[in-house]
């Protein structure tokens, strides 16, 4: 769609919009000033529309070098009096924690709007996290939207509730919102806030703490007032119900239509929970004022079900709270309508053994057969690099230049981002991945214990700024002889090729800060930066560094194939096999395996390159051993 429309003050405007850009819309209503984030799935979009709407609307939006620059930068201009929005994955408030944990005890001046956009199932990620538990951890205001015109609207209220409370709120949504596509109905612009001002005539620290910490809980206890106010929670009964189904943020639509699948609009009572800290205790007893059974529907944890279980005890009598925890719906991964149907029906025959369910209703046996069936027919893909892409060249050289030089145990660290495909065949190189920047502090100290070893750290770029300068500057500092190879394709690759401090095409000249500059900063005393698709010369700068007993780095270089526009070049050549040279001895499948290298036709299992998928990096040549892989000038485009 074009996003131009949600920029315009055109209130009742309907739109299509995703989840994602209907929060930054909420943030344009209530008139942002200042937004920042850091890239990651499933939340990139809400500062990609802001970024795109900011110089439009006279804001400022920018992308931050990791989630704790974002949030402390959000703070500032929060000091400031100005509207401010932090934005990141669920993962990324991990790395911003400590800085809420503290501002959390701050009175803040400029609303202050923290999104988390959880990933049920980590369908991008690592891990499923529940940031519900980040509100009541701090102690802070919560709310979570249903759909898009709650995103909307909570996003825009967000700020309000936040200037009132004076202290920041934290919007969560989830994958399954942020990327759902739907019809929007556009709210009225607000003007702007309060031009940004710094009052230098108070202190803005939590320093001594325990004033503020009593204060944190008073403000809390008034936040439950102020959010009640907005009526973001909804009881649908009459009030004679026996059976409750409760359902948090986005799992509300689930509940829905289970419901209605069913046929039980009439006999269960429906409660949509969008306030997520501090829980609303009022609406939540007035469900479990008179029903037996409770089903809770949320996504990745039972934040809301151990809530509701605690407030059942203050009812004289026994209330049955069904949900994750209980084991009425899948303990881990993503809610889904199925598991509701099925629970929910057998919450209708626990309480009503009598009564009739509908069995077509249901989902259906064979239906779930034949989709595990249909499932095992799907031929496996192997995920892989893209064709052309760098990575594959830097992993295939190190293959080589480990074997060269006799290296055969190795320690192969990885990290966040594209390259972490390194675990995958052909290469099936890389061994540990745990977190944002983490190879660095890794390697260091397997290197240290097993100092008979090579260790070798992958990084990308836009992991090395996020979180993998303080753990190189520690190599550096003990001299440990690991070797960092800075995978660089000048952007955050994996989210979308958003600019970073190294994106040499996407920035400013003067504005780029180097990888290979910091690192000779930092003391690293061997530093080569090196084309990635020169794979000759990767080799062996590799080999150097590798028999090296002091800290190295390769930077291994090339702008990603997927860059917008592909700035760093034309595809000039397409590659081709010499069917009379190829003995079909799949080397270049086996060893570097572009998606590009499909069976030839002729049927003698030879390898042909498909020109449609081939972009023409030149780098596969070196691969084959008979020399079959040749490259054809292209024309060049009218
Ligand atoms: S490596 Fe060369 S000879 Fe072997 S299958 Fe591939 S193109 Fe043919
Ligand atoms: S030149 Fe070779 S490696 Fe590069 S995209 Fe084409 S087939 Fe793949």
Known sequence: MDRGLLFRDAPGTRVLALGNEAIA????????????????????????TLIEAAPELGFVAYWSVNEKVAFDAATGASFSRARSMAIMKHVGLNVAADSLQQLKLIDIAGGFVVVSVDDPSGLSSNNEQDNRWYAKFAGLPAIEPADLSEAREMAKRAFEISEELRMPVILRSVTRLGHMTGDLELGKMEPKGQDPSFDSSRQWTPFPCLEPEGRLREKLRHAGEVLERYQFDEYQGKGSEKIGVVGAGFAFNYVQEA????????EVALLKISTVNPLPSRIIHRLLNHVNRVLVVE????????????????????????????????????????????ALADMVRRESPHREVPSD???????????????????????????????????YALTKALKNVGIEDPIVVGDIGCYTLGFYPPFSILQ???????????????AQLNPSRKVIAFIGDSTFYHAGMPGLLQIAHQQRPVLVVAMDNSVTGSTGQQPHPGSWQLSDERTVIPIED???????????????????????????????????????????????????????????????????????????????????????GKIAIDPLLCNGCASCRVVCPQGAIYLERLEPRK
């Open 25 to 48: 819309r909420g943030a344009i209503e209530a008139g942002v000033q200042f937004a920042t984030g850091y890239p990651g799935t499933p939340s990139t979009e809400i500062m990609e």
């Open 259 to 266: 419901v209605d699948m069913l046929g039980l609009r009439e």
């Open 299 to 342: 996504d990745v944890t039972p934040f809301l079900e151990e809530a509701v279980k605690a407030e059942a005890q203050e009812i004289d009598r026994p209330i049955y709270i069904h949900g994750r925890k209980s084991g009425a719906l899948p303990e881990v991964g993503e809610t889904i309508l199925d598991d509701v149907v099925l």
């Open 361 to 395: 209703a249901l989902p259906q046996r064979e239906r779930m057969e034949l989709s595990a069936a249909t499932q095992k027919l799907i031929p496996r893909r192997q995920i892989g690099f893209c064709a052309g892409c760098s990575h594959r060249a830097t992993y």
């Open 432 to 446: 540990t991945m745990t977190s944002m920047g983490a190879s660095m502090g890794t390697s260091n100290a397997l």
């Open 518 to 604: 910091i690192a000779r900063a930092f003391g690293i005393p061997h530093v080569r930066v090196v084309r990635s698709l020169q794979i000759r010369r990767l080799i062996k700068e590799l080999e150097e560094a590798l028999v090296l007993d002091v800290p190295a780095m390769i930077v291994s270089r090339q702008a990603c194939v997927l860059e917008p526009g592909e700035r760093w070049r034309e595809r000039t050549v397409v590659a081709k096999v010499d069917a009379a040279k190829c003995d079909g001895c799949l080397v270049c499948v086996e060893e570097y395996g572009c998606p590009a290298f499909v069976a030839s036709e002729d049927g003698e």
